[in-house]
T-cell receptor, first 110, second 106 residues
Framework: EADIYQTPRYLVIGTGKKITLECSQTMGHDKMYWYQQDPGMELHLIHYSYGVNSTEKGDLSSESTVSRIRTEHFPLTLESARPSHTSQYLC?????????FGPGTRLTVT | GIQVEQSPPDLILQEGANSTLRCNFSDSVNNLQWFHQNPWGQLINLFYIPSGTKQNGRLSATTVATERYSLLYISSSQTTDSGVYFCAVVPDKLIFGTGTRLQVFP
């Protein structure tokens, strides 16, 4: 079992608010990822990091930003939330190619 | 880019039935994973299977990389098997298929 944690699990927030979704892993994995998923649909990569101070944008354009100051921590920030950001956000980490996922954050922007 | 197709898109079974889910991919890949997403949204690793066959309890998977497909077998299905099954391939980063939605009724 992988040890990867996300908080909060559920978040309902008003338009225009700044939010940060937290992701932490205790496995020492260098690679970490953020995916966005609409209910029942495929996952889309929005950000990834291959190590400290390394971040890249994924295949799906996103208004969010990420940082990687510590190996174990990969937070995602939305400066000004909008209803179009309503989705599930899943964090993952990997050693080599095998990825392990956190429980996800369900975000609703009203 | 690489295309990942899963079939069938939806599957309804009675408890105890067996099923086969298929994943086709359009180009060579370094790796392939199968996941189960439960009704609460959590993605659970089932198999890490770039080639060959693996078994874990009632589930088994086979990947034939040269023919660009993978199969997931579920035997004696249970209601707890319900959810969405995704395959994902790695040419360089993980690319997900569209999933198979499985419902198992008692």
């Amino acid at each position: 079992e992988a040890d990867i944690y996300q908080t909060p699990r559920y978040l309902v927030i008003g338009t225009g608010k700044k939010i940060t979704l937290e992701c932490s892993q205790t496995m020492g994995h260098d690679k970490m990822y953020w995916y966005q998923q609409d209910p029942g649909m495929e996952l889309h990569l929005i950000h990834y990091s291959y190590g400290v101070n390394s971040t890249e944008k994924g295949d799906l354009s996103s208004e969010s930003t990420v940082s990687r100051i510590r190996t174990e921590h990969f937070p995602l920030t939305l400066e000004s939330a909008r209803p179009s950001h309503t989705s599930q956000y899943l964090c993952a980490s990997s050693v080599v190619d095998e990825q392990y996922f956190g429980p996800g954050t369900r975000l609703t922007v009203t | 880019g690489i295309q990942v197709e899963q079939s069938p898109p939806d599957l309804i079974l009675q408890e105890g039935a067996n099923s086969t889910l298929r994943c086709n991919f359009s180009d060579s890949v370094n790796n392939l994973q199968w996941f189960h997403q439960n009704p609460w949204g959590q993605l659970i690793n089932l198999f890490y299977i770039p080639s060959g066959t693996k078994q874990n309890g009632r589930l088994s998977a086979t990947t034939v990389a040269t023919e660009r497909y993978s199969l997931l077998y579920i035997s004696s299905s249970q209601t707890t098997d319900s959810g969405v099954y995704f395959c994902a391939v790695v040419p360089d980063k993980l690319i997900f298929g569209t999933g198979t939605r499985l419902q198992v009724f008692p």
